[in-house]
T-cell receptor
Framework: GQQLNQSPQSMFIQEGEDVSMNCTSSSIFNTWLWYKQEPGEGPVLLIALYKAGELTSNGRLTAQFGITRKDSFLNISASIPSDVGIYFCAGQDYGGSQGNLIFGKGTKLSVKP | NAGVTQTPKFRILKIGQSMTLQCTQDMNHNYMYWYRQDPGMGLKLIYYSVGAGITDKGEVPNGYNVSRSTTEDFPLRLELAAPSQTSVYFC?????????FGPGTRLLVL
């Protein structure tokens, strides 16, 4: 089946630093989504990408839909302590099973004040 | 708008017991999903529904059942709980492919 490779698995950074994480797929997706999950809560949608090459921002977060449609990255600029959490990428293939999402295993972000 | 709500938040079951995890959404979304999340792993799809009366299996459906009698509700049923079903369960609904998640139910089977 389809698989998503998300990297890095975890990051420990200093407050104020920029962060970059990415996802690659073995197959093409039509939509890429990025979620953040905080302890004890459900994932919250951060950014949705619908077109190859699309670059979208949400505050200090920027995500891009790769030209090949097999990858996406998420950047966080000037990190702050509340950025702590697990970030998941998810891809959707409308040609597949009712457009269900395939999730990466997550990038755990820790921010040192 | 409450979004997606789930009950209970936490439950301990004995092996062989049954229970229903409740999920309700007030966004009038047709698509709804159940996932399980195990430590260090992503989300795995258990069942999904594209509308009232229509359900289908996801990646890990064994040991679970679902029903969808209304647009709003999508309960997940465990008939004979097993330790392997210890996990955190998330319900989601979607619009335009964007899935919105509930807060989760933490289940411990002993």
């Amino acid at each position: 089946g389809q698989q998503l490779n998300q990297s890095p698995q975890s990051m420990f950074i200093q407050e104020g630093e920029d962060v970059s994480m990415n996802c690659t797929s073995s197959s093409i997706f039509n939509t890429w989504l990025w979620y953040k999950q905080e302890p004890g809560e459900g994932p919250v949608l951060l950014i949705a990408l619908y077109k190859a090459g699309e670059l979208t921002s949400n505050g200090r977060l920027t995500a891009q839909f790769g030209i090949t449609r097999k990858d996406s990255f998420l950047n966080i600029s000037a990190s702050i302590p509340s950025d702590v959490g697990i970030y998941f990428c998810a891809g959707q293939d409308y040609g597949g099973s009712q457009g269900n999402l395939i999730f990466g295993k997550g990038t755990k972000l820790s921010v040192k004040p | 708008n409450a979004g997606v709500t789930q009950t209970p938040k936490f439950r301990i079951l004995k092996i062989g017991q049954s229970m229903t995890l409740q999920c309700t959404q007030d966004m009038n979304h047709n698509y709804m999903y159940w996932y399980r999340q195990d430590p260090g792993m992503g989300l795995k799809l258990i069942y999904y529904s594209v509308g009232a009366g229509i359900t289908d299996k996801g990646e890990v459906p064994n040991g679970y059942n679902v029903s969808r009698s209304t647009t709003e509700d999508f309960p997940l049923r465990l008939e004979l709980a097993a330790p392997s079903q210890t996990s955190v369960y998330f319900c989601a609904s979607s619009y335009r492919g964007e899935q919105y998640f509930g807060p989760g139910t933490r289940l411990l089977v002993l």
